[in-house]
């Protein structure tokens, strides 16, 4: 998600054209235009985990505290 993050300063901050956005980062112009010139910022998502293991510990710490 950084070099997304990294698309939209260059473009939004530095003005850099889409062109030598690609160049500079080595990406194809078609991923650069793709993410410079959309308007959601990308977080980090994080999932939670999904297993009989994960509800167990869970379930442990609900009851050790």
């Known amino acids: ?10 473009r939004n901050e530095k003005g850099l054209s889409i062109d030598k956005i690609a160049t500079t980062l080595g990406i194809n112009w078609r991923t650069a235009k ?3 010139d959309e308007d ?3 977080e980090s ?3 939670p ?14 009851y050790s505290t």
């Not at 998600?1 to 260059?10: A, E, R, W």
């Open 34 to 36: 793709k993410y410079a």
């Open 49 to 62: 985990r999904k297993g009989m293991m994960y509800e167990e510990l869970r379930n442990w710490h609900r």
């Open 1 to 10: 998600m950084s070099d997304i993050n990294c698309i939209k300063h260059l």
């Open 40 to 42: 959601v910022l990308y």
């Open 45 to 47: 998502i994080i999932k």
